[in-house]
T-cell receptor, first 111, second 112 residues
Framework: DAKTTQPTSMDCAEGRAANLPCNHSTISGNEYVYWYRQIHSQGPQYIIHGLKNNETNEMASLIITEDRKSSTLILPHATLRDTAVYYCIVRVPPTGNQFYFGTGTSLTVIP | DSGVTQTPKHLITATGQRVTLRCSPRSGDLSVYWYQQSLDQGLQFLIQYYNGEERAKGNILERFSAQQFPDLHSELNLSSLELGDSALYFC???????????FGPGTRLTVL
């Protein structure tokens, strides 16, 4: 099964860029990488997803390595409200859209 | 607000009982998913429905069942409840069968 590995926790100073890494060395060639975050016990919030190329939206940027074995989520100007658990997700084959969440990275933005 | 609604917000019940959790997907979404999040297990995928048909099954116990109705809302039925079933239950929806999922606010189930 395609799984992900993320650091357990990270700190980031408010206003600085937060770079969250993820390893997904067993990802299939046609599988997307998704990023979500969960604040406290709220429902996970979709951030961004990508296949091969780098992606950017109003929330974040996603950088995927050429071999697709790892990716980095970038929050360009972290705020206190970005403190959350961030999940890097790939689908679990072979059928359906089953997401494997793993343990995620607990990001703390420090004032 | 993701557009996914779940009811009830909180549910307290006793062991051995049966409960039903309800989910309304975002307008236009055909897929519905159920996840369980307990303190020691993290977010666990339970089941996916697409346009009324079961598409994928995860770590869903035999005491649990789900269905998606013609109006696309879904219900998760939990029976013979045990203390260990206490958890947050999230519903998510997506427009198609293989798209990004949008999560509801969850139902917190407490089994006493």
């Amino acid at each position: 099964d395609a799984k992900t590995t993320q650091p357990t926790s990270m700190d980031c100073a408010e206003g600085r860029a937060a770079n969250l890494p993820c390893n997904h060395s067993t990802i299939s060639g046609n599988e997307y990488v998704y990023w979500y975050r969960q604040i406290h016990s709220q429902g996970p919030q979709y951030i961004i997803h990508g296949l091969k190329n780098n992606e950017t939206n109003e929330m974040a940027s996603l950088i995927i390595t050429e071999d697709r074995k790892s990716s980095t989520l970038i929050l360009p100007h972290a705020t206190l409200r970005d403190t959350a658990v961030y999940y890097c997700i790939v689908r679990v084959p072979p059928t359906g859209n089953q997401f494997y969440f793993g343990t995620g990275t607990s990001l703390t933005v420090i004032p | 607000d993701s557009g996914v609604t779940q009811t009830p917000k909180h549910l307290i019940t006793a062991t051995g009982q049966r409960v039903t959790l309800r989910c309304s997907p975002r307008s236009g979404d055909l897929s519905v998913y159920w996840y369980q999040q307990s303190l020691d297990q993290g977010l666990q995928f339970l089941i996916q429905y697409y346009n009324g048909e079961e598409r994928a099954k995860g770590n869903i116990l035999e005491r649990f069942s789900a269905q998606q109705f013609p109006d696309l809302h879904s219900e998760l039925n939990l029976s013979s409840l045990e203390l260990g079933d206490s958890a947050l239950y999230f519903c998510a929806s997506s427009v198609g069968e293989y798209n990004e999922q949008f999560f509801g606010p969850g139902t917190r189930l407490t089994v006493l």
